[in-house]
Nanobody, 118 residues
Framework: QVQLVESGGGLVQPGGSLGLSCGTS????????LGWYRQAPGAQRELVAR???????NYADSVKGRFTISRDNAENTLYLQMSSLKPEDTAVYYC????????????WGQGTQVTVSS
């Protein structure tokens, strides 16, 4: 059974930093493209960052230079380091195992709340 479990969310002041983790099991982790998404109240879920099996990355323009996605294949864990946080970064953050030609099934975590407020 595939599981993705996010952790590390919370309340942080503007300008602060926060790190998220996504522990996984049941995946061919090292061979999957993985992503972080977020959904703010009343908004659509959007891509934040994505990392390929070869560790190539891409980011939403809104987080470039502030967020860093990384992976630890030995620990089957995905990370998102967030800095210079803004109130508009407030959202529920989800990790996702992306579908591909080799892996047609996508999987989502349950999400973790990040609130940026003074």
């Amino acid at each position: 059974q595939v599981q993705l479990v996010e952790s590390g969310g919370g309340l942080v002041q503007p300008g602060g930093s926060l790190g998220l983790s996504c522990g996984t099991s049941g995946l061919a982790f090292s061979r999957r493209t993985l992503g972080w998404y977020r959904q703010a109240p009343g908004a659509q879920r959007e891509l934040v960052a994505r990392i390929t099996p070869g560790s190539s990355t891409n980011y939403a323009d809104s987080v470039k230079g502030r967020f860093t996605i990384s992976r630890d294949n030995a620990e089957n864990t995905l990370y998102l380091q967030m800095s210079s946080l803004k109130p508009e970064d407030t959202a529920v953050y989800y990790c996702k195992a992306e579908r591909s030609s080799s892996y047609p099934q996508e999987y989502w975590g349950q999400g973790t709340q990040v609130t940026v407020s003074s």
